[in-house]
């Protein structure tokens, strides 16, 4: 098992996917977030079956930053309950994974772990 994590997470438009993987890559909280456009969701909200248009984020990151990413996503994104579900990374190549680790914070800082 590694340290690594993927988080996944919707958002309402690919131009709030953009905004938010941008902020999470700038914050240096995440390696990589892929935004997948075009997906329906099902769920029921407020006691009714709801639907929506959504994107998927796909957040590359660590356990340890997972506190700050959540923190910063539900800070920026425009649902009152933004998905953050945190998988974890059984294995990987060692290239990428050492690429990812390159890429993020090294050390939590505020916020502490927040483990999924």
């Given amino acids: 098992m590694t340290d690594k994590i993927v988080v996944l997470s919707t958002c309402a438009t690919e131009e709030e996917g953009e905004t938010l993987a941008r902020l999470l890559v700038g914050e240096r909280l995440a390696a990589c977030v892929s935004v997948v456009p075009s ?25 340890e930053l997972f506190g700050l990413v959540r923190a910063a996503v539900e800070k920026a994104h425009s649902y009152d309950l933004p998905e953050m579900l945190a998988l974890p990374v059984v294995e990987g190549s060692a290239p990428y994974l050492d690429w990812l680790q390159a890429g993020i914070r090294s050390g939590s800082g505020e916020g502490g772990s927040g483990n999924p």
Wanted: proline share 0%; with cysteine; charged share 30%.
């Fill in 39 to 63: 997906l329906r969701s099902y769920y029921r909200w407020k006691g009714a079956i709801e639907s929506a248009g959504e994107c998927l984020l796909i957040i590359k990151t660590s356990r």
